[in-house]
């Protein structure tokens, strides 16, 4: 049985991934972005929502993720982080899909997560020399920091909790505040919290597609089938401008 990481171990890990990203080691992660970067392909498509997210790795090493729409963004980010251990760093990679169960493999996929998208350095910049030392970090600090890393308010209170950096009473509190309307008080924008990318699709999907029908190795039949996840509400055949 796979043993759990520490959070040395998964600190370790995630700067790896920075850095072969090309990313320091206090920068927020654009998820998207990375995952080009890595040359995967992910597709955002409503599944049912105890699922947040399924992914599975070729033989060639291609990478493919598909993830939940109907999450909030937040955890959608959190989502990729997680699956993103489990193509790389998982010694026994399968197909896996995410859901809510934690057995060690997951719990270190989480560990990962969170690190990789909440770094420590990065987090401690944003803190006032007051709420380090006290524990207790103010709303509109927390609020700059889940967008700064655009994550979720549980990823990042369980990241503070882990860098001993949040008193648990201040957890309490925190839980007690409306998301969104907290958020709009503060004159910030609330889509973290809501459902969205769906359809959206990360990676050379389409282009593979079409370049086994140029080659004869899929029919149009099944050409057009792929393409289908491609549901921008438009006809195909209109690519004129209304400029």
């Given at each position: 049985?796979?043993?759990?990481?520490?959070?040395?171990?998964?600190?370790?890990?995630a700067a790896k991934l920075r850095t072969s990203a090309g990313l320091n080691e206090d920068e927020?992660?654009?998820?998207?972005?990375?995952?080009?970067?890595?040359?995967?392909?992910?597709?955002?498509?409503?599944?049912?929502?105890?699922?947040?997210?399924?992914?599975?790795?070729?033989?060639?090493?291609?990478?493919?993720?598909?993830?939940?729409?109907?999450?909030?963004?937040?955890?959608?980010?959190?989502?990729?982080?997680?699956?993103?251990?489990h193509l790389l760093y998982d010694e026994n990679p399968k197909p896996h899909i995410m859901f809510?169960?934690?057995?060690?493999?997951?719990?270190?996929?989480?560990?990962?997560?969170?690190?990789?998208?909440?770094?420590?350095?990065?987090?401690?910049?944003?803190?006032?020399?007051?709420?380090?030392?006290?524990?207790?970090?103010?709303?509109?600090?927390i609020l700059r920091i889940e967008h700064m890393f655009e994550v979720s308010r549980s990823a990042?209170?369980?990241?503070?909790?882990?860098?001993?950096?949040?008193?648990?009473?201040?957890?309490?509190?925190?839980?007690?505040?409306?998301?969104?309307?907290?958020?709009?008080?503060?004159?910030?924008?609330?889509?973290?919290?809501?459902?969205?990318?769906?359809?959206?699709?990360?990676?050379?999907?389409?282009?593979?597609?079409?370049?086994?029908?140029?080659?004869?190795?899929?029919?149009?039949?099944?050409?057009?089938?792929?393409?289908?996840?491609?549901?921008?509400?438009?006809?195909?055949?209109?690519?004129?401008?209304?400029?």
């Amino acid at each position: 049985m796979k043993k759990a990481i520490s959070l040395n171990e998964a600190e370790t890990l995630a700067a790896k991934l920075r850095t072969s990203a090309g990313l320091n080691e206090d920068e927020p992660v654009n998820t998207k972005v990375l995952l080009r970067k890595l040359n995967a392909i992910a597709l955002f498509k409503p599944l049912m929502l105890a699922c947040s997210g399924v992914s599975c790795k070729s033989e060639s090493g291609k990478m493919f993720l598909l993830i939940n729409s109907e999450c909030p963004i937040g955890r959608q980010n959190f989502t990729i982080a997680h699956e993103l251990y489990h193509l790389l760093y998982d010694e026994n990679p399968k197909p896996h899909i995410m859901f809510s169960g934690k057995d060690a493999e997951e719990k270190n996929a989480d560990i990962f997560a969170s690190c990789l998208l909440l770094p420590k350095n990065g987090i401690i910049q944003m803190l006032s020399p007051e709420e380090i030392r006290s524990g207790k970090i103010e709303l509109k600090t927390i609020l700059r920091i889940e967008h700064m890393f655009e994550v979720s308010r549980s990823a990042l209170i369980v990241r503070l909790k882990s860098l001993h950096l949040i008193r648990q009473s201040e957890i309490k509190q925190l839980e007690t505040f409306p998301l969104k309307r907290t958020a709009r008080l503060y004159g910030y924008d609330t889509s973290l919290y809501e459902r969205g990318n769906e359809n959206v699709i990360i990676g050379n999907y389409g282009e593979m597609a079409r370049t086994l029908f140029e080659e004869g190795k899929i029919s149009e039949g099944h050409y057009n089938e792929f393409m289908s996840v491609f549901s921008y509400g438009e006809s195909q055949d209109s690519d004129s401008s209304g400029c």
